[in-house]
């Protein structure tokens, strides 16, 4: 389908005023695609029809239907797992130790989108319970999709997509199979919540988190949009916290306010002024 530029121009303008994130080329291809519901539900006919409704007098819930359909939900359990599996044996234990006094850990998973990275770190806790027994764990998910949020408030996940990143085994020890699908058990999402937000945003919190997720985020922001982002987590982030980016994503060029930390794979930590060099992590 031939679209014309005035009208990918105006769609993309929407796109990052809303969210900051920017309609790459890459993703310019498959805007019809994506916003196929939007025209099959409004009567729509084409991607220039509809640039033509969204220049016209305001419509909210059409700009909301818009955003929501162009962005990018993509996720599945333990996503990038060889980094995943170093939060239980790395990070973990390290700020078990630091939080040790208190026995309360902060968690938030930035651009969480449907859960399924949310309840992965629950399935590790619940695998590691015995470890964490007296502790108050406090996971939260956000993200900018109210639909993903929704989704992701109710724990319940198709065949293919418990499939992607799930062992037989944990689905069988967290989830209940339905005529629909799998729900996952109560007892392991009750350290979870969600919230909408969006990471360019104040920090959903006014404590600091221990370790933020934000993965495959930052990657639709251009640099000054980028650095706005960084700036956010720092601000969410304890001083002696960590951030965990995407396989494809690093501080390095970026920002000043994290510093990748020794030893593993996609772990930041924050920069803090005449702070001690960081000491590596085991492994």
Not at 14 to 42: D, I, N, P, Y
Not at 118 to 145: K, M, P, Y
Not at 250 to 262: I, W
């Amino acid at each position: 389908m031939e679209v014309s530029s005035p009208s990918l121009e105006l769609i993309a303008d929407l796109l990052s005023e809303h969210t900051g994130q920017q309609l790459t080329e890459h993703r310019r291809w498959r805007v019809a695609t994506a916003l196929s519901r939007v025209f099959r539900e409004r009567g729509i006919s084409n991607v220039d029809q509809l640039a033509c409704l969204l220049a016209g007098p305001a419509d909210p819930g059409l700009v909301n239907e818009v955003v929501e359909a162009l962005l990018n939900n993509e996720t599945y359990f333990f996503r990038d797992k060889p980094t995943f599996d170093q939060l239980p044996t790395e990070i973990l234990p390290q700020l078990a130790e630091r939080r040790a006094h208190r026995r309360r850990l902060q968690i938030w998973c930035a651009g969480c989108s449907t859960g399924q990275e949310v309840h992965s770190l629950a399935i590790q806790f619940a695998e590691q319970a015995r470890s964490w027994d007296g502790w108050s764990i406090d996971i939260l998910g956000t993200d900018i999709s109210g639909t993903a949020i929704r989704a992701a408030r109710c724990g319940h996940y198709s065949q293919f997509e418990v499939q992607r990143g799930l062992s037989v085994q944990q689905m069988l020890a967290h989830f209940d199979e339905t005529a629909s699908g799998w729900q996952m058990h109560a007892d392991t999402r009750a350290i979870v919540r969600f919230e909408r937000h969006n990471v360019l945003d104040p920090s959903p919190s006014r404590q600091p988190f221990d370790l933020v997720l934000c993965r495959n985020v930052l990657l639709y922001f251009d640099p000054d949009t980028r650095r706005q982002a960084f700036a956010r987590l720092r601000q969410s982030v304890a001083d002696d916290g960590f951030l965990m980016l995407g396989a494809g994503e690093t501080v390095v060029g970026q920002t000043d306010a994290f510093v990748p930390a020794r030893g593993v794979a996609s772990i930041y930590t924050p920069h803090v002024a005449n702070a001690a060099p960081s000491i590596a992590l085991a492994g």
